[in-house]
Nanobody
Framework: QVQLVESGGGLVQAGGSLRLSCAASGRTFSSIAMGWFRQAPGLERQFVAAISGSGGITYYVDSVKGRFTISRDNAKNTVYLQMNSPKPEDTAVYYC????????????????WGQGTQVTVSS
């Protein structure tokens, strides 16, 4: 079992920045891939970014490339999503997820979910 707890969501102005964090417990953190997904009202949950256990492999959805950065600190059992220059269309509930590989997460194959944190981007 892996427990995931997100934090860092809130209200941010378009063009600003926000960092989400996800603390994990329950397994050797460096052995699991981590990712971020989001779900806006009325839409399906969408993949945002994923990172391998070592941090050497990352994937992003095209709409956030160059603006968002996923990273992890294996000493702190934490994965981050740095959101720079967010846009109103980035408004959603952001979920942390764990999976076997970053590539699996990229295709929506998740093993564990966090509870989600709301991010609202104002124009």
């Amino acid at each position: 079992q892996v427990q995931l707890v997100e934090s860092g969501g809130g209200l941010v102005q378009a063009g600003g920045s926000l960092r989400l964090s996800c603390a994990a417990s329950g397994r050797t953190f460096s052995s699991i891939a981590m990712g971020w997904f989001r779900q806006a009202p009325g839409l399906e949950r969408q993949f945002v970014a994923a990172i391998s256990g070592s941090g050497g492999i990352t994937y992003y959805v095209d709409s956030v490339k160059g603006r968002f950065t996923i990273s992890r600190d294996n000493a702190k059992n934490t994965v981050y999503l740095q959101m720079n220059s967010p846009k109103p269309e980035d408004t959603a509930v952001y979920y942390c997820a764990a999976g076997s590989t970053a590539r699996a997460l990229r295709f929506g194959k998740t093993d564990y979910w966090g509870q989600g944190t709301q991010v609202t981007v104002s124009s």
